[in-house]
């Protein structure tokens, strides 16, 4: 048994309202940067729908994720590490801009500084690509309350798995929102995936990062990654993710979308687990079989023996007593209602689900019957098919079973609990039913309804013996290339919004500045190092700054590969060379 610890979160889909708030937040945070305009690390999908970027989730067609090969073993969809290598200089299977989408801004300046005329002027949308006017056809959010519409849902690659039957009632009856971000695998592909090594794993907490100094922009993550949360940024040339907001993780503080979340929905905790079995359970050659085999990787906190080999694993003891009380151990063990997306991806994710319920509740409603009773539940998740099928498609490899005991679960809580809020006494044959005791059922309510703060996150703080460590790991892989977070402002979560060197909040950039930044020729390395050759954003005109030696007294010498980079001045000013308006 290798003990190990790792940070994850689950999400009560029965809660998302899918307001955006956390994708804002997100953004604001994280990819509000020059290269960065498509990217979004958190979004939210209306299901049924294609996603972001489209279709995604048809890893046929993707090649992302783990499969079995011939032999039983495991390895990349997209091929060995032969295939990887033969074509590292072209990697064609991962999403065009299309597939995601082409971001734009509008030139308001046209607006406000337009001559009296006859008609009113109009501010065209610009895109943050080209500067070319553009017309607006697909964004991140495309699918935003068109779930069911029969244009949108003909391309969703999960609905296409279930029957014609299941299709055409599916578009009558409900939509739910999925929100997504980097799952943070116990077993990921985009690591296995990098020719450069620069994907690690982070021992102390599990968080998956990018180290930008390693990174060569070769792509092959994006391809390894079957739910496509890694992207390019063009600008600097270097693959970016979702970080699961490791400096605000490690002063114990939640991600930024979770605590800006309306619903509430999100749940952080930490979770231990036997690194030794993580092999074995990804190997497992029963689809509907991984669910519990990622389940049994999972070691019980509450365990002397675990308790013992996570102390001489050196996780300190009070990660442990966070592991003890943590919200996402206790729903997807204790109570098990929490499900992984896509387990058939054999990355082992570990942002799992809570499946939503309302649209059984619904079509009760409409029925006329009591929505609330549990026997009209029970029977309605029985026999309705429509929601439980999509479900399990996405959350356990098409196995029904598990996803229709969550829901059973869910619908007897909701029914246990309105007898005591209507003042009569509970009936224990209600939780009997699912397996759970009155007492566990109304604890399971209060984590799922009305868990305080605390509650919902347990995250524990790092150590300051870890400091050292933990600073190093933060300079690697932050994302301060660029303007990145942590470039000047107020620190990683700062207002700077266009680079080291300039200080204009991106609310209040208009198209021209945004077009001035983006086209700014500064370098991709931070001013503190050696400046390197990035090819990937070199033009194919002249030769690029730094690949030749300068001429002795010849122009160009302040810019030669080797030379320091001046930098800003001592009062923030642009120094030679930045390209900075």
Not at 305 to 316: F, L, Q, Y
């Amino acid at each position: 048994m290798r003990v190990m610890a790792q940070m994850a979160m689950v999400m009560n889909l029965d809660k998302c309202i899918g307001c955006h708030t956390c994708s804002v937040t997100c953004k604001q945070a994280w990819t509000n940067r020059a290269g960065t305009e498509y990217v979004w690390f958190n979004n939210v999908e209306t299901r049924p729908g294609q996603g972001y970027p489209r279709g995604y989730e048809d890893q046929e067609r993707w090649e992302g994720g783990w499969t079995l090969n011939r032999r039983g073993r495991l390895q990349l969809k997209a091929g060995g590490r032969l295939k990887n290598l033969l074509t590292i200089f072209a990697s064609p299977k991962q999403p065009s801009i299309d597939a995601y989408y082409e971001p734009w801004t509008y030139d308001y300046d046209r607006l406000t500084s337009a001559p009296l005329q006859e008609h009113s002027p109009v501010a065209r949308p610009k895109s943050l690509l080209t500067g070319q006017d553009m017309q607006v056809r697909w964004s991140a959010n495309w699918d935003d309350d068109l779930g069911g519409g029969p244009t949108l849902t003909a391309a969703d690659p999960v609905l296409q798995k279930v029957s014609d039957k299941v299709r055409l009632e599916f578009e009558q009856t409900f939509m739910f929102y999925l929100p997504r971000i980097c799952e943070h695998c116990l077993n990921p592909s985009c690591a296995a995936s990098c020719p450069s090594g620069a994907i690690y794993k982070r021992a102390e907490d599990g968080i998956v990062l990018v180290d930008q100094d390693k990174c060569r922009g070769w792509r092959k993550c994006v391809t390894g990654c079957p739910y496509k949360k890694i992207y390019f940024n063009h600008r600097t040339g270097k693959a970016e993710k979702c970080t699961f907001c490791f400096p605000r993780i490690e002063v114990g503080l939640p991600t930024v979308c979770s605590e800006t979340c309306v619903g509430r929905l999100r749940y952080l905790g930490l979770v231990l687990y036997d690194a030794d079995r993580v092999l074995a359970a990804a190997s497992e050659p029963d689809e509907k079989r991984l669910l519990a085999a990622q389940r049994e990787v999972l070691l019980d906190p509450r365990d002397p023996e675990v308790v013992r080999e996570a102390e001489r694993a050196g996780i300190p003891r009070d990660w442990v007593e966070a592991a003890q009380r943590s919200p996402v151990w206790r729903l997807i063990h204790d109570y098990e209602v929490a499900l992984p997306l896509h387990p058939e991806y054999r990355t082992m994710p570990m942002v799992w689900y809570i499946p939503p319920l309302s649209p059984v509740v619904d079509v009760v409603a409409e029925t006329g019957e009591d929505a609330e009773a549990a026997g009209n539940l029970f029977a309605a998740i029985d026999t309705l098919r429509i929601p439980v099928e999509y479900l399990a498609e996405l959350f356990t490899a098409g196995d029904t079973a598990p996803v229709t005991a969550v829901l059973r679960k869910l619908a007897a809580m909701r029914s246990y609990m309105r007898d005591l809020n209507m003042g009569r006494a509970g009936d224990p044959s209600i939780p009997a039913d699912v397996g759970m005791d009155e007492a566990g059922m109304r604890e399971m309510y209060r984590l799922l309804a009305i868990a305080k703060y605390e509650e919902r996150y347990v995250i524990p703080t790092a150590h300051a013996e870890q400091a050292h460590q933990l600073e190093e790991l933060a300079t690697e892989c932050a994302l301060d290339y660029d303007g990145g977070p942590g470039m000047g402002g107020s620190g990683p979560f700062g207002e700077g919004s266009g680079g080291a060197f300039r200080n204009d909040p991106v609310a209040v950039e208009n198209f021209h500045m945004l077009q001035q930044r983006q086209t700014a020729d500064t370098v991709a390395d931070p001013s503190s190092r050696r400046a390197r050759v990035n090819l990937l954003n070199w033009d194919g005109k002249g030769a690029p700054e730094g690949m030749f030696p300068p001429r002795a007294g010849g122009p160009g010498d302040a810019g030669a590969a080797g030379d320091p980079d001046p930098g800003p001045d001592a009062d923030g000013a642009s120094g030679p060379g930045t390209g900075a308006p």
